[in-house]
């Protein structure tokens, strides 16, 4: 194999087709990055740019991670924010292009979709972005491509960074959408994608769950699919996906959190013009300090719907497997589904017997 100009043919050579590259590591949640920071000085240079660096100012979970007990709920604990997640699900794609023994540019090519996937997220994240997008017709979507095109001034020295390297704009726009996949394989758009299996993963972390497999785990598992363990570990992700939208994403305090930031955000929608879609979560709560008040306090459960006028409905996702679908054939759309089901806020209630171990006490030793 050739070696890229400028790097040694120890750092660009494969394992062969029937090894799998071993381990750098455990995977940190807090710093998935480490293990991978020497590959290559141009995602480097990508994580070090005031856009990028700008998501460690952005909680993962929006509000919700104000209210979660550990690990971001007690003072001195990780913080998990999306600048984090985007390391990981980074490491991830890494991985798989080691996996698949892209070439060089390619493995630049995943490298840099999955590091910038996220690069246009709002603060407090999904929370806020519905307001935002009613209000100003913006998402992370429309808000990353800008960045990545050099179209805001906050993204033009990420664009001078993917043009030195030779990055295919166009490429890297159709990877994040999912529109550009090796055949076979779809792990930035199918139900089986680099940035479900880190965020999935790292959301467990919030909470007292049994042990799980680690995100290299599944994309080893996901990417091989040699063995009735692979198909066994691949499986229980997406069990372990369903635990998370029902016990935290879709649990009431979670819907909660979201109706309050999205209240709160209409009522001061006034205060906010198209290109505050990328402040830091700070700079939100100077505009609407009553929300951070609010979301740190103790009296949260009751304090909340003082502010929110409540539907009798919420919309909650359950995850299904197809045991018909074979795993080994690939055909995850068919296997690994989801539905939608709407649910009454009075089946749950407020005080959901499933969230003491992630909310219950959260602030007891602050």
């Known amino acids: 194999m050739r070696c890229h100009k400028g790097l040694s043919c120890d750092r660009t050579r494969v394992m062969n087709e029937h ?3 071993r381990a750098r590591g455990p995977y940190d949640f807090a710093d998935p ?8 000085p141009f995602l480097l240079a990508l994580a070090e740019t005031p856009a990028y660096r700008r998501l460690k100012h ?20 990780i913080r998990h924010t999306r600048y984090t997640h985007g390391l990981g699900v980074a490491r991830l794609a890494l991985l798989y292009a080691d996996l698949r023994h892209l070439s060089h540019q390619e493995r ?54 993917l043009r030195g390297a030779r990055i295919d704009l166009d490429r890297l726009d159709a990877l994040i959408s999912g529109k550009d996949t090796l055949p076979g394989d779809d792990f930035f758009d199918g139900p089986i994608n680099f940035d479900t299996i880190e965020g999935i993963l790292r959301s467990r ?13 599944v994309v080893r598992a996901a990417t091989f699919r040699r063995s009735i363990e692979d198909m066994r570990i691949v499986d229980s992700f997406w069990r372990y996906k369903g635990e998370v939208y029902r016990n935290l994403i879709n649990s009431s305090t979670g819907i909660l959190a979201d109706l309050l930031c999205q209240s709160l955000m209409r009522r001061n929608i006034s205060k906010f013009s198209e290109r505050d879609f990328l402040l830091t979560e700070l700079g939100l709560f100077k505009r609407i300090p009553e929300l951070r008040s609010i979301l740190t306090s ?69």
């Open 108 to 161: 630049r090519h995943y490298g840099a979709a999955a590091l910038l996937h996220d690069i246009g997220h709002a603060p407090l994240s999904h929370s806020l972005e519905p307001v935002f997008h009613e209000r100003f017709g913006i998402d992370h979507h429309v808000m990353t491509r800008r960045i990545i095109r050099g179209e805001i001034r906050f993204g033009k020295e990420v664009q001078d960074i």
């Open 33 to 40: 990055w480490s293990p991978w920071a020497a590959k290559d």
């Open 58 to 77: 952005v909680r993962f979970l929006g509000g919700i991670d104000y209210l979660v007990r550990a690990p971001n709920g007690a003072r001195g604990n």
């Open 19 to 21: 090894s799998r590259p």
């Open 205 to 217: 972390t919030y909470g007292s769950f049994k042990a799980a497999p680690t995100p290299e785990d």
């Open 298 to 366: 103790r009296r949260f459960s009751r304090e909340a719907p003082k502010r929110v006028k409540m539907p009798d409905c919420y919309v909650s996702r359950e995850f299904i497997i197809n045991a018909d679908a074979d795993f080994f054939k690939r055909d995850d759309l068919h296997r690994y589904g989801q539905k939608r089901v709407k649910k009454l806020f009075s089946d749950q209630g407020m005080e959901a017997t499933e969230e003491p171990d992630l909310f219950g006490d959260r602030r007891k030793n602050e």
